[in-house]
C-alpha cells in the first residue's frame, strides 16, 4: 500500500503521528525529558490525538482502510492515554500525584 500525500488518512497517520511520537522519544532518550514530563507528554499525545482518530472513523469511507482500522485506534489511544493517567497517579493507584516545582506567588 502507497502512502499517499500526507492529507490522506494513511498519510497523516505515518507522516505525523510517527514524526511526534519519535521527536517525543528523542526527548527522553536524548534531550533529558524525566519519565514524569514524558508520561504526561504522551497521555496528552493520546488524548488530543483522538479527535482526528474519531473524525475518521465517522467520516471514513471504506476505499482507503476500514473503519475498524481506526475504531482500533482509538481503543488504543483511550487505553494507553488510561494507563499512563494511572501511572502518574491520576486515576488513583500507581505513583502519588506530583506537586508543582513552581514557585507559588505571593498574595
Not at 482500533?72 to 508543582?100: E, M, R, Y
Request: aromatic content about 12%; charged content about 10%; hydrophobic content about 50%.
Amino acid at each position: 500500500m502507497q502512502l499517499g500525500p500526507a492529507w490522506t488518512p494513511p498519510g497523516f497517520f505515518a507522516r505525523m503521528v510517527g514524526l511526534c511520537f519519535g521527536l517525543m522519544t528523542l526527548g527522553r532518550t536524548h534531550f533529558g525529558v524525566s519519565a514524569d514530563a514524558w508520561t504526561k507528554q504522551t497521555v496528552a499525545f493520546h488524548a488530543t490525538s483522538l479527535v482526528p482518530f474519531a473524525y475518521l472513523v465517522i467520516q471514513q469511507h471504506a476505499d482507503v482502510w476500514p473503519k475498524w482500522v481506526w475504531q482500533i485506534q482509538c481503543v488504543v489511544n483511550v487505553l494507553l492515554a488510561l494507563w499512563g493517567a494511572h501511572s502518574l497517579g491520576l486515576l488513583g493507584g500507581g505513583a502519588k500525584p506530583k506537586k508543582s516545582t513552581r514557585a507559588k506567588k505571593a498574595k
